[in-house]
């Protein structure tokens, strides 16, 4: 996925840059400075979402109404991604018990 929110910012910044300080222009000056508050607000949102679990993608969802019994398929999606984030988590554990599991078995034989 691009990151067309960096290259917005920057080619903003560059114009609030480049904008003379003319007191004709300060109603320009404030819709940039707008512009680029909106896109800090879609950069913080767009990490809430990267961050999220489908658990929690899930609930919000939930509350907000979006998933109900008129998207099953979608429904169905999200559960399944939260099964295989569970299968994740359990091959992990299953492998660092083996390790440990060999850990142990070499400190007692050398």
């Keep these: 996925m691009k990151d067309k929110t960096k290259n917005s910012r920057e080619h903003l910044l560059k114009a609030m840059q480049q904008l ?8 320009v000056r404030y819709h940039i ?5 909106k896109i800090g607000i879609v950069e ?3 990490e809430k979402r990267r ?6 993608a899930w609930d919000e969802m939930l509350k907000n109404g979006v998933v109900s019994s008129s998207t099953p398929g979608r ?6 991604s939260m099964i ?13 018990a083996e390790h ?11």
């Design 51 to 56: 961050a999220q679990t489908p658990a929690e």
């Design 75 to 80: 429904t169905v999606e999200i559960i399944d």
């Design 44 to 46: 913080t949102k767009k």
């Design 84 to 96: 295989e984030e569970e299968k994740k988590k359990l091959e992990d554990l299953e492998k660092s």
């Design 100 to 110: 440990d599991k060999d850990d142990d078995v070499q400190t007692i034989y050398g």
């Design 20 to 27: 003379p300080s003319d007191f004709a222009l300060r109603e």
């Design 33 to 37: 400075g707008q512009a680029l508050r």
